[in-house]
């Protein structure tokens, strides 16, 4: 019987746009305006910080698989922004996500975002 040898699918290529100038900017003004503003646990700003940095790369429906709701809700309040605004549905990175291409494929994105699916590694990220 033939033995069946697993052949390695090539990595994809994903050029992350750069930022402009006035993004970056932009960028650079919430963060010292959070800053600045913020009182509190000092790791509740970071996680915002770190939200507002990986959501342009990944959008905002990664964020909400990864992010409880009242999470969103604290990291939005503290950087003064809506992420279904500030960033896109999905970003250069989405791919990255298997339990969004998971939820993608089977259509129940909102049955996950509400605990109804649920979803193993939700807050996995995979190599490209």
Not at 25 to 46: C, P, R
Request: proline residues 5%; charged residues 30%; positive net charge.
């Amino acid at each position: 019987m033939p033995e069946i040898i697993a052949v390695a699918k090539p990595k994809k290529s994903v050029r992350v746009p750069p930022l402009s100038a006035e993004e970056a900017l932009g960028l650079q003004k919430i963060v010292e305006k959070a800053t600045m503003d913020f009182e509190g646990l000092f790791d509740e700003l970071e996680n915002a910080l770190g939200m507002l940095m990986i959501g342009r790369l990944v959008g905002w429906k990664v964020l909400v698989l990864i992010h409880n709701k009242r999470s969103i809700r604290k990291y939005e309040q503290i950087l003064g922004i809506d992420i279904r605004t500030a960033f896109p549905e999905e970003g250069p990175l989405t791919q990255k996500s298997p339990a969004y291409a998971l939820v993608k494929k089977l259509g129940a994105f909102w049955k996950a975002v509400s605990g109804e699916q649920k979803l193993e590694n939700r807050r996995a990220l995979e190599k490209l």
